[in-house]
């Protein structure tokens, strides 16, 4: 792990019309450190994940990913996305295309990759996320974990360093997000940065270097994962690690 | 004439519409198309009302029409005259035969007929071919072009042997077909534009995009021909002409795009925001997303409202009439001028619209076939 941050939010502000989602939010993410952020639905931790791609905008603070600033600047944002991959809640794999058309699409078409290597890629991370089997078939005949696997396999087939996950098991059947996680904390193992949306605190503990909390669009507390869970500085993270893992 | 499978499957669905819950198994009764009438045709006071009268109508128009149609008709005559269809009491069908030439191809000379003809069969021969999904391929391009460059070659002719025949004097089926087949190739591609430009988020864009198609979407088709073909030319420098089958075509592109924009912009609504993130977020720049992500997959959706719009466009170019063009139902109508064969224009029309009808029915069929076949993506 370098020192030099490779995402850095600096007092970043957003709001959704009248309503202040994202307030003065500070978050550095060093290379191949894993980043765990958790809180209560609306804390704003989808629209922070979201907006380090640029798939929200913020309107003040500031937002580095490689030391790129995010703005107006298209070729920046298009710069920046090549190297950042997402997976999303719900998995949104393209449905009209096979799942090894979902994979080469992005590196045949961004970055121009001839299509027998972006095809040898492709089955590559298929073997990676244990579903080389499924390489002819459409999403919609696969189950939700697999689909959730092809969309990991799809963003890594960008080659990226810094991989969001915007909560990836939310929307699976209980049996189905070990499958996921594994595969993710594979991905972690091999030094991949990350930033995590998730309420998986089994993951968290085994992956994370750093927990964010965040509740009503702040960051309220960022600690390692040891500290994090066993001596939470605010009542509010009390509160909330009670509510979730009492369960 | 029921037959007995038919009845079998009647039988079964009364049954099941009467009991859905039971399983029983229907009476042996049921089995007879008697019972089956009885339970489904007379099996209430106002059911036996309304089925006597609908066989009382049936009665009183059906057989009429075969006879008048059919077994009164006069199929042809012997000397061109249409003296054999006086006689008769059933259609004149021999107007087909005398008049099929002037019907089909307007004004076109007459001792050039057959190149409109050959013309109008290479077109349909190119429309068959291009159906399958396995001729979809680059070859097809290849072929299509060379066909548009016999075809144009035929109808106006001027070079290697043929004698020039302006636009003007085209007309008929190969008229119809060409401004229905041009129109809806044009105006495809600039109705994707305009509904993405309708949602688009530069103000100015989006402002033109919705302005143009509420303004043609307000008005009638025939007032965008009429300006067209009439007020277009005034604003024109001195000396300046453009042919008039080339203003009609530009009027129906540029309608059949402001309302088949709307159609595709349905589709676009219907597809998820979910789609368009998860191709931004892997970098595809804007046209890239749209191309290969988001308008193969609202086009399918909205397959059966743009063939709606084809048929509409395609039996629209009828309106060219009043620019003084002779499309198929304008050149029917000079057919039944003749005093000879003028009372049998009601024979004239039914023969105009079963042209009409054969390609739209071949349309809508096709976008059925193209629903199916493009489906498979979404199979479970």
């Known amino acids: 792990m370098s020192d030099a941050p490779v995402v850095e939010l600096i007092d970043v502000q957003k709001w959704y019309g009248a309503f202040h989602v994202l307030k003065d939010v500070n978050l550095s993410v060093k290379k191949g450190e894993k980043v765990v952020v958790c809180g209560p639905s609306g804390s704003g931790k989808s629209t922070m994940i979201r907006c380090v791609n640029r798939l929200e905008e913020h309107q003040a603070g500031r937002i580095l990913v490689n030391n790129i600033e995010l703005g107006d600047d298209l070729k920046a944002i298009e710069a920046i996305r090549k190297d950042v991959g997402m997976v999303f809640q719900s998995f949104n794999l393209f449905p009209h295309l096979t799942v090894l058309q979902n994979l080469t699409l992005a590196p045949t078409w961004v970055k121009h990759v001839p299509k027998a290597e972006a095809e040898d890629l492709a089955m590559q991370l298929l073997e990676r996320v244990r579903i080389p089997d499924q390489a002819k078939k459409f999403p919609g005949q696969l189950s939700g974990g697999q689909q959730q696997r092809v969309a990991i396999a799809r963003a890594l087939a960008m080659k990226p360093s810094i991989m969001l996950f915007d909560e990836p098991t939310s929307a699976l059947d209980p049996e189905m997000v070990k499958e996921v996680l594994d595969v993710m904390i594979e991905l972690a193992g091999e030094g991949m940065t990350m930033i995590c949306v998730t309420h998986e605190m089994g993951f968290a503990r085994a992956v994370a270097d750093t927990m964010v909390f965040m509740a009503e669009g702040r960051v309220i507390e960022m600690a390692p994962p040891e500290q994090f869970f066993s001596d939470p500085k605010s009542d509010r993270t009390r509160q909330f690690l009670g509510q979730i893992i009492g369960h | ?380």
């Open chain 2, 1 to 380: 004439m029921i037959k007995p499978e038919d009845d079998i499957h009647a039988a079964t669905a009364a049954a099941d519409v009467e009991e859905p819950s039971s399983a029983v198994v229907p009476a042996p009764a049921l089995w007879k198309p008697l019972g089956w009438a009885k339970s489904n045709l007379f099996d209430s006071v106002p059911n036996t009302i309304l089925t006597l009268l609908a066989l009382f109508l049936l009665w009183e128009t059906v057989p009429p029409l075969i006879g008048w149609g059919l077994l009164h008709a006069t199929w042809s005559v012997a000397d061109g005259t249409a003296g054999a269809c006086r006689d008769s009491a059933g259609a004149c069908w021999a107007l087909m035969g005398e008049k099929n030439r002037l019907m089909l191809f307007g004004v076109y000379p007459y001792d050039q007929h057959w190149r409109p003809l050959l013309a109008t069969c290479i077109v349909i021969a190119m429309l068959a071919t291009s159906a399958p999904r396995r001729f979809w391929r680059r070859e097809l391009g290849y072929a299509w072009l060379a066909a548009i460059v016999v075809v144009a070659w035929l109808m106006w002719g001027g070079v290697l042997g043929l004698s020039y025949v302006e636009t003007g004097l085209w007309g008929g089926l190969p008229l119809t077909l060409g401004l229905a087949l041009l129109g809806i190739v044009l105006a495809f591609p600039l109705s994707i534009v305009l509904a993405l430009g309708r949602r688009s988020n530069l103000p100015a864009i989006k402002a033109i995009c919705t302005g143009y198609i509420e303004l043609v979407r307000g008005v009638p088709l025939v007032s965008v021909l009429f300006m067209a073909s009439v007020m277009f030319p005034l604003f024109l420098p001195e000396g300046v002409s453009i042919d008039k089958l080339l203003r009609a075509l530009v009027g129906i592109t540029l309608f059949t795009a402001a309302y088949l924009a709307e159609a595709v912009r349905g589709g676009l609504q219907a597809i998820p925001r979910g789609q368009e993130e998860a191709a931004d977020a892997l970098g595809l720049p804007y046209w890239r997303k749209m191309r290969l992500i988001v308008l193969p997959q609202a086009l399918r959706l909205v397959i059966p409202p743009i063939v709606n719009q084809f048929i509409s466009c395609f039996k629209d170019t009828s309106l060219v009439t009043i620019v003084g063009l002779y499309d198929l139902l304008a050149a029917s109508k000079a057919a039944l001028a003749d005093p000879e064969w003028r009372p049998y224009f009601v024979e004239g029309y039914i023969i105009a619209a079963v042209i009409y009808w054969v390609f739209c029915f071949s349309m809508s069929r096709y976008s059925q076939w193209l629903e199916r076949q493009l489906a498979t993506g979404h199979r479970r």
